[in-house]
């Protein structure tokens, strides 16, 4: 909903200014000028005196949160099934709900549901996949662009290797079904742009491959999939794509692998060091879905490799592969799991701390946006006003302890005010 | 709250027959009969036609859950500062605060919180550390007692390896101070019990242990403890007891390891084979505390190890190494931890089942309470009536599908209805 862009919130602040620098202001003043960030300042300034102020009290400002990789259709069965890994679980749980959204009438109960969902929730940015099926992409968009998050969705291309009642008929027929999308849907949303969706290198032959090259060049498109999430699948790509160096070098084939192709790969638990080294030179982004990785038993991504060499990484929720939409959630399971990681693993790879989580959930993956995820000056902006006055306590709390313990603690209820671009979502 | 122990309650039943078998009843009769569990029956037989049915609609109905290992003064700082690894973690963070409950004042506020918090969550019996401050843990059994729920607590014994501002005086005056505590809340309470707590090796002098020996004996005391949670720890054990043939060992010496001696040990995350099969000849409790286990680096427990081999085995929240007191959440993340651990560590443990971790977060840690943890016949009747309707789903699930869900997604207010031993709390 478009409104005066120009205002200030005057809170606790929290935001990042890169993976390892959290910057707190108490009691500061957050200026949004054009729907961008004017700064933060312990008083306000002159300039910005006529502009209408929200005293948020004692109450904690953050950017808003960024969601890197989630499946729309699997929102229904969150939380279920968790029981096989990957390449099982596709087959068992996962084609047979997705082919439900042949049926309009379901496909608009359940992403009426998500979209709510999605809504109510910390992310003001996600990246989104929906299925092969057009009109429920479609409406999809539709729902999510009436909420006022800033999201990519993507139709998904599949023409082999899964059930017949979830597999496109043909190369063809696949890329001749997106063009028909993005042509239905072009100049339609203020909020929601189209992302190429390749599902992953198993269920795309070469041909669609090729195809989708031609489409992502014609309509300038970003692109995302998934990379290097489990063993079995790893062997797959390398079976299926004999001639590639690694998994990620079977999409760089087809042109579909960063560079001036901005390109989110999901997972990257097992990337071997020449595709990290390929992801990190081509600017790809990692979207690492920490719980997801640990419900299928896939491992844990090595993050700290990719903070350390400077490969994008921002955070995914991988519903339904994860069980929660929350990007909070998802924060404080990555912290954990690089802790198992640390220990079960590989003692050289130090935990991520608070400070870098919460980056990877802000700013990390809100780079593949723009400038999105962070308060400095010229940002996008984004933010959220939470309330942590019913997590008690008794005793007092820096600010840093009470972010902290947001990241842990906190649901949706936390979440009193929504901001994107500028716009006031509630 | 003493009541009318004779009732049904009809609804959506779901409890635990052993660790791999979840009994489920869609639309069944669940009765208390003085206190006790006469059954669960598709139709209400006619002996009990005149009791009083709360029909509890669509909603879900499972055994009260128990928490094995939580510890009451650390409920303040729950979700900060798991950045360190259990020895330092305990000087820098857990120590100072234990040390802040000789203020009466502070205890009340802060002890005030846990209870009011264990109250409205799933939790219907717990195995709770106090500090070692007399007066503080006798108001944590004062609040504890009016919540209804039934719990053991234990005044924390500390006599070297401390701080000076958190450590008591010596050997004597820690037992001498064990034995007034005893003796002034003899009989004062129908919900909580006492239960003897040397906080672990590293904290006990062999005094001390050898004089708690004999108070355990004289007030026929269960005991609770730390085990095996972390390499430097258990390092640090062989040295204080050179003699000791494992960690275990070292309380096995001083009669306090399980036999006529009811014990309950936090975390066996490393426990060698000789120690584990110590437990399972004893009848030792493993409380397992998946969250804190990953928050301080320690690993992961072979739980699927202590339930092929017939060890007791319940859940721990651990508050505050694990941030939440929730055990639902404690399940979920045991599944999980344990994936992790396959995936990392050793796969020939297979993961746990929904199942499993269902039974452990009931009838796992219930039966160190007695005949407590599931709605067979002849149970302490502890029960919750769950509404999961605003967890939103376009399609129709099962109600094993809903259990599952709720494990994951719940929280406190999705609890409605909350019985302890036949007395409704709330």
Redesign the interface.
């Known amino acids: 909903m478009a409104g005066d862009k120009n205002f200030v919130l005057k809170g606790n602040i929290c935001y990042s200014e890169d993976a390892k620098n959290l910057k707190l202001v108490e009691a500061g003043w957050l200026v949004c000028r054009e729907g961008l960030c004017a700064g933060v300042f312990e008083t306000l300034p002159e300039e910005y005196a006529s502009y209408p102020v929200t005293d948020c009290g004692d109450q904690i400002i953050t950017p808003g949160l960024v969601d890197l990789h989630v499946h729309a259709p699997q929102y229904?069965?969150?939380?279920?099934?968790?029981?096989l890994e990957l390449l099982d679980w596709l087959n068992t749980n996962t084609f047979p709900?997705e082919s439900?959204y042949r049926d309009l009438e379901?496909a608009k109960?359940?992403y009426g549901?998500f979209a709510?969902?999605m809504r109510s929730s910390a992310t003001t940015r996600a990246c989104i996949f929906a299925t092969i099926h057009n009109q429920a992409t479609e409406l999809l968009m539709d729902l999510m662009e009436e909420t006022g998050l800033k999201t990519m969705i993507g139709k998904v291309n599949m023409d082999r290797n899964s059930p017949e009642y979830l597999c496109e008929e043909s190369a063809e027929q696949s890329a001749a079904d997106t063009v028909k999308w993005l042509e239905d849907t072009a100049d339609q949303y203020e909020n929601v742009r189209p992302i190429l969706t390749p599902r992953f290198i198993p269920s795309c032959t070469d041909e669609l491959m090729r195809k989708l090259k031609e489409v992502q060049k014609k309509y300038d498109l970003p692109v995302q999939s998934h990379l290097s999430e489990n063993q079995g699948e790893i062997a797959w790509v390398q079976e299926l794509c004999p001639e590639s160096r690694f998994y990620g070098d079977a999409y760089d084939q087809f042109g579909l692998f960063g560079g001036d192709v901005k390109t989110i790969m999901a997972h990257c638990v097992s990337s071997t060091e020449e595709e990290i080294e390929l992801m990190r030179e081509r600017g790809v982004y990692v979207a690492h879905c920490p719980?997801s990785n640990?419900?299928?038993?896939?491992?844990?991504a090595p993050v700290r490799t990719y903070l350390d060499k400077g490969v994008n990484v921002g955070l995914g929720s991988d519903v339904a592969g994860g069980?929660?939409e929350s990007i909070f959630y998802a924060m404080?399971h990555a912290?954990?799991?690089s802790?198992?990681?640390?220990?079960?693993?590989d003692t050289s790879l130090k935990?991520l701390?608070?400070e870098e989580a919460f980056y990877l959930g802000t700013m990390g993956g809100g780079s593949f946006f723009g400038k999105v995820g962070s308060f400095m000056e010229g940002y996008e902006f984004d933010a959220l006003i939470l309330d942590d006055s019913d997590i008690?306590?008794?005793?007092p709390?820096s600010l840093k302890?009470r972010l902290?313990?947001f990241?842990?603690?906190s649901?949706e209820r936390h979440i009193k005010g929504k901001i994107v671009a500028g716009n006031r979502i509630f």
């Open positions: 229904a069965f969150r939380g279920l099934g968790m029981d709900e439900k379901y109960r359940a549901i709510d969902s719980e640990t419900n299928l038993s896939s491992g844990v069980s929660k404080a912290v954990q799991v802790k198992l990681r640390w220990r079960l693993q935990p701390t608070v008690r306590h008794p005793q709390l302890e902290e313990r990241i842990y603690l649901d």
